[in-house]
């Protein structure tokens, strides 16, 4: 199970930490990744991580202002973000991708996904 928190209201130009809490299994040999769904859009590619957290992949739109990083000993998976927009409003999905470690931005790779966590940034 993964369990994402975080999301909230915030300003434009504020910043906000996603969690991603794993239980019931471990996911430290698993990439991670986070993706977003605004209202009437389809679901797109945020960041992932590789099971080591040497390598990390962000989208053309969040680079600059956001970061994903990885505690294996606490199952959890973070994403840092900052200087907000209005476009970043969106539920934030995390998920595992059990059959690799490595980081990719394929939605159709991750096995395991969580609840969401809804991000909304006001202008």
């Known amino acids: 199970q993964l369990q994402a928190s975080g999301g909230g209201l915030v300003q434009a130009g504020g910043s906000l930490r996603l969690s991603c809490a794993a239980s019931?299994?471990?996911?430290?040999?698993?990439?991670m990744g986070w993706f977003r769904q605004a209202p009437g859009k389809e679901r797109e590619f945020v960041a992932s991580i590789s099971w080591t957290g040497t390598t990390t992949l962000l989208a053309d739109s969040v680079k600059g202002r956001f970061t994903i990083a990885r505690d294996n000993a606490k199952n959890t998976v973070y994403l840092q973000m900052n200087s907000l927009k209005p476009e970043d409003t969106a539920v934030y999905y995390c998920?595992?991708?059990?059959?690799?470690?490595?980081?990719?931005?394929?939605?159709?790779?991750?096995?395991?996904w969580g609840q969401g966590t809804l991000v909304t940034v006001s202008s």
């Open positions: 998920a595992a991708d059990i059959d690799s470690g490595v980081a990719v931005s394929y939605p159709d790779t991750y096995s395991h």
């Open positions: 019931g299994r471990t996911f430290s040999s698993s990439a």
